[in-house]
């Protein structure tokens, strides 16, 4: 799988990117229908401590998947993701399989 990882208001992190590519990798290995991953990290200045937003984007066949979480470390948004896009993934598989 070919992982694209964006950055706006931070600079490049080769430990977050490190971080998601472990992640995703295992859901690769879960799923290996998976084409495409679009990471996107922002800074977002918020009063209540959260504001390290992190989004993902997966291309697989069918319409893409998406997860985004907001907290306050992106290690914390990216397991938030990886977890939300596990639930995608394994309903899309079912759904896969049952046609």
Partial sequence: MNIVFEYQNISGSKR??????????????????????????KKENKSDGTGHVCSIRLSAPGPRL???SDTTSFEGSISECSRELDQQLEKRKSMMQSH
């Fill in 16 to 41: 977050l990117e490190g971080y998601t590519e472990e992640l995703l990798s295992n859901l690769e290995k879960k799923y290996p229908f998976l084409i495409r991953g679009d990471v996107f990290f």
């Fill in 66 to 68: 998406f997860a985004s």
